[in-house]
């Protein structure tokens, strides 16, 4: 076992386990950016596809402008939050 312990005194084995700690880590964070993305695009569409778009087409521009106002912000927000994270 004396051995066996030796090797995590390895400069180089440690070397290549914080490369591979710091590469899981960026692989989560890129992960977390696509979700949040996926997130905000998929918020965006459920809440366009509540509403019950009625009338002309300057009034059904008009209801999915105001559903835009109000959506468009959190979405934003998550991704600009993901733009963040991979910086």
Same mark, same amino acid.
């Given at each position: !076992?004396?051995?066996?312990?030796?090797?995590?005194? @390895?400069? @180089?084995?440690? $070397? $290549? !386990?914080?490369? #591979?700690?710091?590469? #899981?880590?960026?692989? *989560?964070?890129?992960?977390?950016? @696509? &979700? =949040?993305?996926?997130? +905000?695009? @998929? !918020? /965006? %569409?459920? +809440?366009? &596809?509540? %509403?019950?778009?009625?009338? /002309? /087409?300057?009034?059904?521009? *008009?209801?999915?402008?105001? %559903? !835009? =106002? /109000?959506?468009?912000?959190? =979405? %934003?927000?998550?991704?600009?939050e993901a733009r963040q994270g991979l910086q």
């Amino acid at each position: !076992m004396e051995g066996f312990g030796g090797f995590f005194n @390895d400069p @180089d084995f440690q $070397r $290549r !386990m914080q490369e #591979m700690a710091e590469q #899981m880590q960026s692989a *989560q964070t890129l992960q977390w950016a @696509d &979700n =949040a993305i996926k997130l +905000a695009v @998929d !918020m /965006t %569409v459920a +809440a366009i &596809n509540r %509403v019950n778009i009625q009338g /002309t /087409t300057e009034q059904q521009a *008009q209801q999915i402008r105001s %559903v !835009m =106002a /109000t959506v468009f912000p959190e =979405a %934003v927000t998550l991704v600009r939050e993901a733009r963040q994270g991979l910086q």
